[in-house]
């Protein structure tokens, strides 16, 4: 194995090779770089091969210290250092800690590893249970998070325009039964009118809904 180049990516370098590198090839990639002058050995993480990154939750644990501070991401990492569960489980992005619930004190923490293709790393945390003192904690699976559903028929919340039972448009500017596209051609205060003098052509910044109410109002 031979390396063809090195590139600066997120969080490191990237080393190209030829093959495939087997363990001891990145045995030799780490002690060479340990060993530049100018660089301390401790900040050099373990080579690996390029790998999936998955998305898991560890549930069951306080949201509070027993000094009643919150707790942290450092917090959470110095326990899975402790940890034989999380052994040479590399961590992608430092955890993320939110309550489970607004009046909760407990918390989900959600954390992101690197992991094989077929997912062996996670299949050895997932659904195992630990403790940390008092409390029982379990590792789950989560999904990547999709965002909110919104139809793009009337512009709700809730629900995708595939799945909507209403079959018309809604203009978003307007609220009136054309798409967005149409709304310079079909809305009375925005499309094109030459009777006028000077002619009206369609040049329309659309007043929103509530400004027409307004003046309705007055």
Request: proline share 7%.
């Amino acid at each position: 194995m031979c390396s063809e180049f090195i590139r600066p990516c997120s969080g490191g370098i990237a080393i190209i090779t030829n093959n495939v590198p087997n363990p001891s090839d990145l045995f030799v990639i780490e002690k060479y770089f340990k060993s530049v002058k100018g660089i301390n050995s401790n900040d050099i993480p373990s080579p690996r091969l390029p790998q999936s990154k998955l998305y898991l939750k560890i549930m069951g644990l306080p949201y509070l210290r027993a000094d009643g501070n919150k707790i942290t991401s450092e917090n959470i990492i110095d326990f899975m250092k402790y940890l034989d569960l999380f052994k040479n489980i590399p961590l992608a992005t430092k955890p993320c800690i939110i309550k489970a619930s607004p009046k909760s004190d407990m918390a989900i923490i959600w954390f992101d590893i690197w992991d094989t293709q077929n997912g062996s790393k996670a299949k050895l945390l997932i659904y195992y249970f630990f403790n940390l003192g008092r409390y029982i904690a379990m590792v789950r699976a989560t999904n990547m998070n999709q965002g909110v559903s919104q139809c793009h028929n009337y512009w709700k919340w809730g629900h995708f325009t595939y799945s909507c039972r209403v079959y018309r448009s809604q203009c978003q500017k307007c609220s009136r039964p054309h798409k967005l596209e149409y709304h310079r051609d079909l809305a009375w205060y925005c499309k094109a009118n030459f009777k006028l003098n000077p002619p009206l052509t369609r040049n329309c910044p659309g007043p929103t809904m509530l400004s027409l109410l307004q003046i309705h109002q007055l």
